[in-house]
């Protein structure tokens, strides 16, 4: 299978018509700030409904860091919203495999839901704090490594620094 073709988008995630679009969620799945708060707002009670089904079922104790699971898109112009929770930086711990699984296993859910487009935000480098340029260069690497078969992934990044800083580890044509 070929390569997806990766791109970025400085924007708002809420707004990306793709099959799939990624939440930087915590770990209780029921919403929050930042990217999560904008999904479950803009995204609508649909989602945050089966987020208390995932809960009740599966993740009593929360979503685990690394680990993913979709739900409905609500009223976004997404088919699905794929939750993650990303790591907090530590300056005393490498926790880069664990940021690393965050996209891996959001391409993971990606496949077996079928979606051949898949929305990114720039995991864990907004109130969890890790290093916006490390975070960009395990984002960009993990999905080269790991989004084979995908038609397009899509980095959304807010503003235009963090654009900067993906578009330093994707030379684009």
Sequence with gaps: MPNPTITLVQ???TEQAVDAVVNAANSSLLGGGGVDG???RKGGPDILAECRELRAAHYGGGLP??????TTAGRLPAHWVIH??????????DRSA???SCYRESL???RELGARTVAFPAI???VYGWPLDDGARIAVATVREEGEGFDELRFVLFDKHSHDAFAARLPLP
């Design 11 to 13: 924007g708002d995630i």
């Design 84 to 93: 993650t929770v990303g790591p907090v930086w530590a300056k005393s711990e």
């Design 65 to 70: 860091t690394g680990q993913a699971v979709s």
């Design 38 to 40: 904008a999904i479950h």
């Design 108 to 110: 993971r859910q990606a």
């Design 98 to 100: 664990l940021l690393a």
């Design 124 to 126: 864990s480098t907004g």
